[in-house]
T-cell receptor, first 115, second 111 residues
Framework: ETGVTQTPRHLVMGMTNKKSLKCEQHLGHNAMYWYKQSAKKPLELMFVYSLEERVENNSVPSRFSPECPNSSHLFLHLHTLQPEDSALYLC??????????????FGEGSRLTVL | GQSLEQPSEVTAVEGAIVQINCTYQTSGFYGLSWYQQHDGGAPTFLSYNALDGLEETGRFSSFLSRSDSYGYLLLQELQMKDSASYFCAVRGEDSSYKLIFGSGTRLLVRP
């Protein structure tokens, strides 16, 4: 139990579907992140929210849409995805001090398969 | 740009010592972090080095040489449960919120 919970753990969707990934952290952290993990590639940062404001948007296609309604919850809305978007999507959180120590607290991820 | 290089795979025997190397390229350096990830699990923070030298935490140690842009993770008294992927990471040059990760080293511990 990492204190960061992601649902669903597995998701299969067609290219025309709309779905959402949910992340909840119980650690009292101020910042939340979405990372994408594909086979044999480094983790790629997608979005960062600090105090519910987006502070990073790494040239992510608009078919991915994040939402952070409060400091404990983070969503990733998915729409009209492509098969190459199939990957493990990891949510993470950090206290303000992460910027010094590089410590993120990750969830176990949502495994997405796009057919 | 920024990049990190680490071996893709390492194999070692239970009870042995293994070293996982990481070299990095970055114009602004704020420290080197290490993470462990078991198959199907969450990446878990292991250590952080901002200054040169060795940091020890139980069976795991992490080393940094800033002049060589190099670090390593040392795992001693290997156990089967240490089989996992290990990632090094540095902070982004353009953002204090961004961690740039290496591609990971898959460690296989054999009996």
């Amino acid at each position: 139990e990492t204190g960061v919970t992601q649902t669903p753990r597995h998701l299969v969707m067609g290219m025309t579907n709309k779905k959402s990934l949910k992340c909840e952290q119980h650690l009292g952290h101020n910042a939340m992140y979405w990372y994408k993990q594909s086979a044999k590639k480094p983790l790629e940062l997608m979005f960062v929210y600090s105090l519910e404001e987006r502070v990073e948007n790494n040239s992510v296609p608009s078919r991915f849409s994040p939402e952070c309604p409060n400091s404990s919850h983070l969503f990733l809305h998915l729409h009209t995805l492509q098969p190459e978007d199939s990957a493990l999507y990891l949510c993470a959180s950090s206290p303000e001090g992460q910027r010094i120590t590089g410590e993120l607290f990750f969830g176990e991820g949502s495994r997405l398969t796009v057919l | 740009g920024q990049s990190l290089e680490q071996p893709s795979e390492v194999t070692a025997v239970e009870g042995a010592i293994v070293q996982i190397n990481c070299t990095y390229q970055t114009s602004g350096f704020y420290g080197l972090s290490w993470y462990q990830q078991h198959d199907g699990g969450a990446p878990t923070f292991l250590s952080y080095n901002a200054l040169d030298g060795l940091e020890e935490t139980g069976r795991f140690s992490s080393f940094l040489s800033r002049s060589d842009s190099y670090g390593y993770l040392l795992l001693q008294e290997l156990q089967m449960k240490d089989s996992a992927s290990y990632f090094c990471a540095v902070r982004g040059e353009d953002s204090s919120y961004k961690l740039i990760f290496g591609s990971g080293t898959r460690l296989l511990v054999r009996p």
